[in-house]
């Protein structure tokens, strides 16, 4: 059987998820990469023999359909990038294959439609107003947006370019900034929902939707929204769970994997996004190894059409969190610590994974790429895991030197 996975930068979930997921299927594929990182790709893929990279512009429909139709049929068209949803989707849908409705995809992707679809469907209504590239930010102020606001790329990942604005004069001075890195993005302003951040990670196939789990988030202090913490969460609150599975239900989003993330607020559930793909950022990995399933096998699965087990089978009893040390300050970095996976005393894993190397210099983006690391925690007592993930933090450093 051949998958066709398309992807733009390699990520940790294709390499350490999907990709060795394919292989233990018994899978070949066809990996259509973005041409500015086909490259990265091939030397990825090297030694896997049944892996294959072809150079396709993933961002366009019809170049997936016209090399997916040039080359052996497909029995599964898959995606987990933020990016190109719609376009698998639309793919699956031209070859008769399982996969996700397009204009689902394109609804959580468009973060306005989103909103709209939402308040359309009485799921819920959150003050919003886009933002078009030729439009002049100053015809914001005349629709009176409720202070403080959150402004943000309307079709943006990764924290990046989201910030709290407190008055008139910050949104414009925001949102020069932004168009100064984004000249032809739409930007979306949109009321801010305060409370403790959530997520639900949900995978569903033609008969319907199961909870995988979700995570706690802990966030920078405003005005930016970086995630530094996640905490996993194995069984959400049935009924928070049933009201966000209610709103997921209202955008059309089911099918396959699936990322929400959400603000608590009186007792009620209140969307901030849809990744309509698996959580990113190792998550992922996290889930498949705590709760011991082959998340990524099923999902694949489902895009070949194989229902998921009636019984998950997700172990149970471990407690686990993530961590990511960031950068505060551009710059190189001079000083950090290596990879490291240990079991504790009291049978505690930590396993930090860099995300840069020494001698790189960044910018400072005010996002989840201002990541340096991730750490992640695992054990039986919930004490011990975050007593090891603190000493870990405060007995390494990290320098970066401007």
Not at 82 to 95: C, E, I, K, R, S
Not at 102 to 111: F, G, V
Not at 155 to 174: F, I, N, P, S
Request: hydrophobic share 40%.
């Amino acid at each position: 059987m051949r998958l066709y996975l398309l992807a733009l930068n390699p990520t940790d979930s294709v390499t350490e998820g999907f990709l060795p997921a394919a292989g233990r299927l018994g899978l070949d594929v066809t990996l259509l990469a973005d041409p500015a990182h086909a490259g990265a790709h091939r030397e990825l893929c090297a030694a896997l023999p049944r892996v294959e990279v072809l150079d396709c512009d993933v961002r366009d429909f019809r170049a997936v359909i016209d090399r997916v139709g040039a080359a052996d049929r497909p029995d599964a068209v898959f995606t987990n990038s933020d990016h190109l949803q719609v376009q698998a989707a639309l793919a699956a849908h031209w070859f008769g294959l399982p996969g996700k409705d397009w204009t689902a995809a394109l609804r959580a992707k468009n973060k306005a439609q989103t909103r709209r679809r939402l308040a359309d469907t009485g799921a819920d209504t959150v003050w919003a107003a886009e933002l078009a590239p030729e439009q002049r930010a100053t015809d914001l102020l005349a629709l009176a947006p409720p202070y403080p606001c959150v402004l943000k790329p309307r079709e943006g990942v990764a924290g990046e370019d989201v910030v709290l604005v407190a008055d008139d004069t910050e949104l414009l001075a925001r949102c020069a900034e932004i168009r100064s890195r984004r000249p032809a993005a739409a930007l979306l302003v949109e009321e801010y929902l305060p409370g403790e951040l959530y997520t639900l990670e949900t995978l569903g196939d033609r008969h319907g939707v199961r909870v995988v789990g979700g995570f706690h988030t802990r966030i920078s202090p405003p005005p930016y929204f970086i995630e530094t913490r996640l905490d996993l969460v194995p069984d959400p609150p049935p009924a928070i769970t049933a009201a966000v599975l209610a709103q997921l239900d209202a955008l059309g989003v089911g099918f396959g994997a699936c990322h929400t993330e959400f603000v608590v607020q009186d007792g009620r559930p209140r969307l901030i996004e849809v990744n309509y793909r698996a959580i990113g950022d190792r998550c992922d990995l996290l889930l498949a190894d705590v709760l011991g399933i082959p998340l990524f096998e099923q999902i694949l699965g489902v895009h070949l059409g194989v229902d998921l087990p009636a019984d998950p089978g997700a172990r149970s009893g471990r407690h686990a969190r993530l961590d990511y040390p960031c950068a505060d300050r551009a710059g190189v970095l001079t000083g950090a610590p290596g990879h490291e996976n240990t079991v504790l005393d009291g049978g505690v894993r930590i396993d930090y994974h860099p995300l840069r190397t020494i001698g790189e210099r960044h910018e400072l983006h005010h996002s989840n790429r201002d990541y340096l690391g991730v750490l992640r925690t695992v054990g039986a007592d919930r004490a011990a895991v975050h007593r090891a993930a603190e000493a870990f933090l405060t007995g390494r450093q990290w320098s970066i030197t401007p």
